[in-house]
C-alpha cells in the first residue's frame, strides 16, 4: 500500500561508525524506499545523501559496500566539504606492508639500533664530563656562598655612603664595554655563518704556481668584493695569503673587514701591510679609519696627516678629518 511504502524508519546513530567515518550524534528518519541506487544517483539533495549513507554505514539492515560507495560518491558530488565523508584512516600496521618495504624498514630501525647502541658505548668510554655540567641544585635553593657573594657586589638602597663613592664614569665605561664586546661576539658569528664552505687549500710545492693560484684566489676576492659579498670576498683573500702573503692582499681583505665593521681585525691587517710598506697611503687611510672608529683620535690624526703630507688632495682624507674635529 502506499501507507507501506512511505513508511520511514527511525533508527540512533553513534559518532563513530565501525569503519571509522564519522555519522553524527543525532536520531534521524529516511523512508526505506530510497535506500536504491536509482534514487541516490538521481538525488541531489546534501542533506538527504548524508542520511542515506549514515543509514548503509550503520549496518542495522545489512552491508552494502556497493550502494554505500555510490551514496558517498553522490554525496561527494553534491556536498564535497560534507563532515560524513570525513574517515579516520587506520595505522599502517606491519602486516599491511609487502615483504621488500617491512624488510627495507626492519633493516633501517636495525641499523638505527646499532649506531644508537655504538654511540652510547662511546660515551661511556669517554667517561663523564663533568665541565659540561651544571652544578645540581640543592634542595634549600641556592648555596649560601653564591648568595652571599651575588648580594656583595649590589649597593643597598639606604647605603648612602656606597652611591656616594660609587664611580659613575668607571660604571658606565664598563656597561659600554660589555656591550661592544657583545656586539662584536655577534658580528663575528655573522660574519662566520656569511663565509662560504669552500674546498680544503692544497699549496704547491712550485713556489711559480703557488703565485699563480694565490692571484687566482685574489682576482676571485675582488670580484665577489665589487659583487658586495663581503664575506666570501674575505675567504678568497685569506686563501690567497695562504699562498702568497703579498702587502695588497692584505689590504683588500682589511677593507672587506671595515665594509662588515670589523675594525680590529681590519686594524691587524692594515699593520702587517704597513710593517712591509710603511708609506702605503691606503693602509694608512684605512688604520684611521679604525682608529675613528674605536675613538684613538689622535692616532687616527697622525695616520691622516702622514697621507695629507704625501697626497694634498687626497679627498677622502679630507672628508675623514672634517668629522673628527667635528
Not at 664530563?129 to 649597593?155: A, D, M
Request: glycine share 4%; net charge negative.
Amino acid at each position: 500500500s502506499s501507507a507501506a511504502r512511505s513508511r520511514s524508519i527511525a533508527f540512533p546513530l553513534s559518532s563513530m561508525d565501525h569503519a571509522g567515518a564519522w555519522t553524527g550524534p543525532s536520531t534521524c528518519t529516511i523512508p526505506i524506499e530510497h535506500l536504491d541506487f536509482a534514487y541516490i544517483e538521481n538525488c541531489t539533495n546534501g542533506s538527504e545523501l548524508e542520511k542515506i549513507v549514515k543509514r548503509l554505514r550503520s549496518g542495522e539492515d545489512g552491508h552494502f559496500p556497493e550502494l554505500l560507495a555510490s551514496a558517498e560518491k553522490q554525496l561527494a558530488k553534491n556536498k564535497p566539504k560534507s563532515e560524513v565523508l570525513k574517515k579516520t584512516e587506520r595505522e599502517v600496521r606491519r602486516s599491511d606492508l609487502d615483504p621488500e618495504n617491512r624488510t627495507r624498514i626492519e633493516e633501517e630501525i636495525n641499523e638505527w639500533e646499532n649506531d644508537a647502541k655504538e654511540a652510547d658505548a662511546r660515551l661511556k668510554e669517554s667517561g663523564p664530563h663533568e665541565k659540561s655540567l651544571r652544578p645540581v641544585r640543592k634542595v634549600g635553593g641556592v648555596e649560601q656562598g653564591k648568595e652571599k657573594k651575588e648580594w656583595k657586589s649590589r649597593i643597598k638602597s639606604g647605603d648612602y655612603r656606597a652611591w656616594d663613592s660609587l664611580d659613575l664614569n668607571r660604571v658606565e665605561n664598563e656597561i659600554e664595554e660589555a656591550e661592544e664586546e657583545k656586539r662584536r661576539k655577534k658580528m663575528l658569528e655573522d660574519e662566520e655563518k656569511l663565509k662560504p664552505k669552500l674546498p680544503k687549500l692544497e699549496i704547491p710545492e712550485d713556489p711559480i704556481e703557488r703565485q699563480l693560484m694565490a692571484q687566482r684566489e685574489k682576482t676571485k676576492g675582488n670580484d665577489s668584493f665589487r659583487a658586495e659579498n663581503h664575506a666570501e670576498s674575505i675567504s678568497f683573500y685569506t686563501r690567497s695569503i695562504e699562498l702568497d702573503p703579498l702587502a695588497v692582499t692584505f689590504n683588500n681583505r682589511a677593507m672587506a673587514y671595515l665594509k662588515l665593521k670589523n675594525h680590529s681585525a681590519a686594524l691587524d691587517d692594515v699593520n702587517e701591510v704597513l710593517r712591509q710598506e710603511p708609506d702605503n697611503r691606503k693602509a694608512l687611510h684605512r688604520r684611521a679609519q679604525c682608529f675613528l672608529a674605536e675613538g684613538r683620535y689622535a692616532e687616527a690624526e697622525a695616520d691622516l696627516v702622514r697621507v695629507l703630507e704625501s697626497e694634498p688632495n687626497h679627498s677622502q682624507v679630507k672628508v675623514s678629518g672634517d668629522r673628527k674635529s667635528g
